[in-house]
Every structure is written in C-alpha cells, then in structure tokens.
C-alpha cells in the first residue's frame, strides 16, 4: 500500500516561500508519475505540478514554484516562491497518475492533505 505524507505547510505572508514535502512509503518514487494538487474552498482541486511524464506546471504557478524529487528519499517536493493570498489552499501529494478517457491526470494515490495559507 503507498502512503504519502505532506509536510511544510503553513501560515506564510504575501512574497515569501514555502517548500512543501511528501515522504512517500510503500512504492519508489523512480518509475511512476507524481504530482501536487491544491484545493481552494468552494473550488475544484486542480493539478498544479506534474513530474515524471513530463514536468507540467499550471499558468499561475509558472516562474513560482519548482516540483522535484529525491529518489533516494523517496519524498517529492514543491518550492514555493512569491506566494500571493489567491495560493491559499489545501495542498495534496498524488502518485501513480494516468489520463482518464477526458484527458484528466488522475493519481491512484493521495495524501492527507496540508494546509498552505498566504496573508496578505
């Protein structure tokens, strides 16, 4: 069973940075495709960054954030920088994505979730 765990989400003013962490257990890192997701409240959870098949980011992170992955770690990251109060939001580790019959990347796996606020 995969198991992924986010960490480095917290309270963070307008400009700063945040890297978030998922330590993944269970399966390596080195074959599949991972990715971050976020979900803002009243909104869709939308994929942000995409690593493995290809690095994919969503135009409003582009130049900002940064995904990565340390395979003898096992853990997948995202460096985010110059954040802005509209990046508030719960963000989701996911492993293992495959396009659905729409085109939608889809994992097999998820994280807990880990809140990331940005003050204004």
């Known amino acids: 069973q995969v198991q992924l765990v986010e960490s480095g989400g917290e309270l963070v003013q307008a400009g700063g940075s945040l890297r978030l962490s998922c330590a993944v257990s269970?399966?390596?890192?080195?074959?599949?495709?991972m990715g971050w997701f976020r979900q803002a409240p009243g909104e869709e959870r939308e994929l942000v960054a995409r690593?493995?098949?290809?690095?994919y980011y969503t135009d409003s992170v582009k130049g900002r954030f940064t995904i990565s992955r340390d395979i003898a770690k096992n853990t997948l990251y995202l460096q985010m920088n110059n954040l802005n109060p509209e990046d508030t939001a719960v963000y989701y580790c996911?492993?293992?994505?495959?396009?659905?019959?729409?085109?939608?990347?889809?994992?097999?796996?998820w994280g807990q979730g880990i809140q990331v606020t940005v003050s204004s």
């Open positions: 996911a492993a293992d994505l495959s396009r659905d019959p729409s085109g939608r990347w889809v994992p097999s796996f």
């Open positions: 690593l493995g098949y290809s690095t």
């Open positions: 269970g399966r390596t890192m080195n074959n599949i495709i």
